[in-house]
């Protein structure tokens, strides 16, 4: 694999091959519905006279753009998080070359987290126009990419921050509300978008076998999820009830076999907050996607034999031989860890089915002479 690279952006302006020689390590953390975080650890030190040097609040103000971004050896920078500097950290100590600062920056969605306020005024409008006229009042926001919605309120009141009610209006129509680096810097893309149905063209993570690029890998299952969850709401023009049942099987499942046997799968009620119109599809839609998720991976990718860059809201595929756990999983969580000399990728994915293994598979693969080192860990929570 040919040599990764990265960069930093203060600004406008490059780093420095100073400034870059005084970052110890870069740690961006992207995880779904929720602030992608990066935290820059520069070193310190002081001069004769006991003051510190190179300290970035001298150079860096509040709320200044950071950009950081990474080539993984494919010739190509591709950003992993670009926003405001949101605060400094900090770790003094007497002793020399002890002492850190932490530059703590978060995605453009920080902008979107601001001001509270109650606005009364989105009635008769679909879920998908709103996300885009919200989005589009934020200079930092370039481009929107949304999933447009059917269902339109009678009434839809904001009450707190914009990027809270964008979640909110997410939730409750079987979408996610968040926001991307673009191409150019201080140009992020906001998104309203659901889970997404395709595989990308990212590389499989493989656990056994000559191409391994994966360890540690644990599969838990969650034993109270993979939930039919049915609703009923009360009409108020004919005081009729409307009724409304769905499951991970009905809207599709990532592989052959679903998680829970049907006979075995649980029946809940959706609670009545949330359930805020006389249509309930769109909530109960949403529930039972989530709850259709029950085997979650953590694990790592092994540094310089994965050929791909995670992201969350991407599916990729597992292949950890002939088990039930092999399959497409949609990645919710991955923290990037970049030194002078390594990079890392941890993540964290989920699955709402389970793919069919054949009893002459599962011999192959534990007999038949061929000797398999296997790094998994199935856990029932």
Not at 370 to 381: K, R
Request: proline share 6%; glycine share 8%; hydrophobic share 40%.
């Amino acid at each position: 694999m040919a040599e990764q690279r990265f960069r930093v952006w203060f600004g406008d302006s490059a780093a420095s091959e100073d400034q870059l020689r005084r970052i110890e390590e870069i740690e961006v953390t992207q995880e779904m519905d929720a602030f992608w975080e990066a935290r820059l650890r520069m070193v310190l030190c002081l001069d004769a006279n006991g003051a510190w040097l190179h300290w970035p609040g001298e150079t860096s103000e509040p709320f200044s753009r950071v950009r950081v971004e990474l080539d993984i050896g494919n010739g190509r920078f591709a950003p992993l998080i670009d926003g405001p500097l949101v605060s400094i950290d900090a770790a003094l100590d007497s002793q020399p070359g002890r002492s850190v600062a932490t530059m703590v920056v978060r995605d453009d969605s920080a902008f979107l987290n601001r001001d509270e306020e109650t606005e009364p005024t989105f009635e008769n409008r679909k879920a998908s126009d709103i996300a885009s006229e919200l989005f589009g009042r934020f200079a930092q926001i370039g481009d929107t990419r949304i999933d447009a919605t059917e269902a339109t309120p009678e009434a839809t009141t904001r009450r707190g921050t914009v990027l809270q009610f964008l979640r909110e209006l997410a939730t409750a129509n079987d979408r996610h509300a968040y926001v991307l680096p673009g191409d150019a810097p201080g140009a992020s893309i906001g998104c309203f978008l659901a889970d997404p149905e395709d595989a990308t063209d990212l590389p499989p993570l493989v656990l056994l076998g000559a191409g391994r690029n994966l360890a540690n890998a644990s599969v838990r299952q969650d034993p109270d999820g993979g939930e039919r969850s049915h609703a009923q709401v009360l009409r108020v023009d004919d005081q009729g009830v409307t009724r409304f049942e769905t499951s991970a099987a009905d809207l599709g499942l990532m592989r052959a076999l679903p998680a829970v046997p049907a006979d075995l799968t649980p029946r809940r009620l959706m609670p009545p907050a949330d359930i805020t119109g006389e249509d309930p599809t769109a909530a109960t839609t949403a529930r039972a996607r989530r709850s259709g998720y029950i085997f979650r991976l953590v694990s790592q990718v092994i540094p310089g034999c994965y050929g791909g860059l995670l992201n969350p809201y991407l599916k990729v595929r597992l292949d950890a031989g002939a088990t039930p756990y092999s399959g497409d999983y949609l990645i919710t969580k991955v923290v990037h860890r970049i030194t002078p000399s390594l990079y890392t990728q941890e993540l964290e994915a989920k699955t709402n089915s389970v793919s069919e293994v054949s009893g002459a598979a599962v011999a192959e693969a534990l007999g038949g002479g061929l000797q398999l080192s296997i790094s998994a860990n199935v856990e029932i929570f």
